[in-house]
C-alpha cells in the first residue's frame, strides 16, 4: 500500500494561487493508474477536484475548476500537484491526494473508487 502526504496548503488572500504537491513512499504510484484530488469544507461532503492518468496523464476536472485549477504529475519524483489559481473563500477546505488502481473513464469522480488516500492539508482562502 502506498503512503499519500500533501503538502503546500495554508493561508491565501482571494485571488491568489497554492500549490499543493502529494508524495508517494512506500509504493510508488507506478501501482496506481490514476491519482486525484479531492477536497471537504466544514459540514460538505467530500468533493471531486481533479483526476490524472499515470500513464499518458489524461485529466479530467470538476467544472467549477476548469480554467483555475491545473493537475500534473512528476513520475521520476513520483509526486502528484495541484496548482490552484484564483481562488476565492469557497474553495475553503482540506484537500486531499488519492490513488486508484484503475482508470475510471467515466466515474473518476467518485471518491469510493480510490484505494489510497493521504491524510490532507488544509487551504483556507480569506476574503
Known sequence: QVTLVESGGGLVQAGGSLRLSCAASGRTFNNYAMMG???????????FVAAITWIGGITYYADSMKGRFTISRDNAKNTLYLQMNILNPEDTAVYFCA?????????????????????????TVSS
Open 99 to 123: 490513488a486508484s488502481r484503475i482508470h475510471y473513464y467515466y466515474t473518476y469522480s467518485e471518491a469510493n473508487r480510490y484505494d489510497a488516500w493521504g491524510q490532507g492539508t488544509q487551504v
Open 37 to 47: 484530488w479531492f477536497r471537504q469544507a466544514p459540514g460538505k461532503e467530500r468533493e
